[in-house]
């Protein structure tokens, strides 16, 4: 059920953007309806058998001022679901509770352009700088000065309030257990502020920014850090023929770079194969706040070089890869074997996409293999993946796609078995003027959990009335 926090910000959310996207001179209404059934037998026995229902909308009202310059503009967003495989005696369960009749305000703001170099966003939004994205109720101010021709420079500050529980394919809690966990007490402060600023340079071939952001919250016992970032990132075309990339970042409570990347590729002429490799230094970080600081997780350094060679003849496009890992215990640079916690691991694949015809239509089938082991059965062990994939447009509206995916696994650990598992999925999707639709089915057999079964349905619509 909603809390008072909650219904207060949908509430506001419509007050405010409402009234204004009604005397818009262009709306454009977005709906994506989703149905999944799921059969998955838990460890104990039981069935899980969700069926979760989702809905979400979008209204947005363009040239609210209806100067055709579309200056000022305004956006808000819900979504909805329910498990209606839930029974009523786990309403009350902390892990299922979030599942039963959830309604979240994915954004609400306003967003106005007063000047040609000068862009205000109000409200909940999404903004990305070097750092990674960030999903904010709060205000940002960005000037894009043009330095010269082709450069533009670029300055925003902003703050506000983090959005921790949001269904965005962006927000922490979604992709990375580094966001604040419900509960926790981060989440449960009196007060909690995010912000920050970025400044940069960007050209037709190169663009380089740094950036900083802070959040702090406060309680009845004092006021805390959750987390202090400074980060750079870079791209450039250095040649026609070479592309480099880079990011960084410097994470103050950890004292120490937590995030490093540097990938390049080379294209070494008609013909020939394209390179591109890359290396990355990953120290989990947690926000002061999160359960996950009891146990944390290994930090590493990795690298990975592809060659990826066309082949008219074939309409196909064949890749080779190898990678590596070293896993640090004590969270210091490698040392490359020499300490006792390190820990290495390697991988080889290759893949292929190719374009086909299957009975007259047009059809891509891609596959990937990879292999990977550890060094000193220290971490991991041996894992091996094969995955294909088939498209096929079996008429202009409509595709069928199917995919196999096979795993294996020998931990490196003696307590734990050998195991496998085959994943296969057979999904449709109908494009039509008034909307979109998705079917999906996907079934699963391991050694480890047994067998399961999946079925989504999925309808999305965008109206400009």
Known sequence: MLNRGEIAAIVLGVALLLPAVGHAQTVRVQTDTQARMTQMRRIDGTIDAGRVFSQSARVSGFDLLGTQTNSLSA????????????????????????????????????????????????????????LGAKDVDGLSVMAQPKLGRGVRGVVEVWAGQDVLYETSPLSPDLWDIQGVPEGSQAAEADWSISGGARAGLNGSKAGVELAWNRRQYSDADGTYLAEERVGAAMHGQVTDALNVSAKASFHTILNDVDRATLVAAYAMGPGAPTLSTGIERIVPWFDSGSIFNVFGAQPYEGAWLKAQQRVEGLNTEFDVRVFGRIYEGDQDLVDFGAGSADATTYGVGTGHETSLHVLGRAATWNSVVTYSDSIDDAYGGSRALAQTRVRVQALNAIGIESRLLWLWSRPANSRYREGQGVTGTLGMDWRTDFGAFMALVESSQTTFQGGNLQAYLSYRAEVWP
């Not at 954004?107 to 000068?118: F, H, I, M, N, S």
């Open 75 to 130: 956006h808000v967003g819900f979504r909805f679901w329910n498990d209606f495989g839930l029974v009523n005696r786990l309403k009350d369960d902390a892990v299922t509770d979030m599942y039963w009749n959830q309604t979240l305000l994915e954004e609400a703001y306003v967003r106005w352009q007063p000047l040609p170099t000068l862009l205000l966003r109000a409200g909940r939004h999404m903004r990305l700088d070097a």
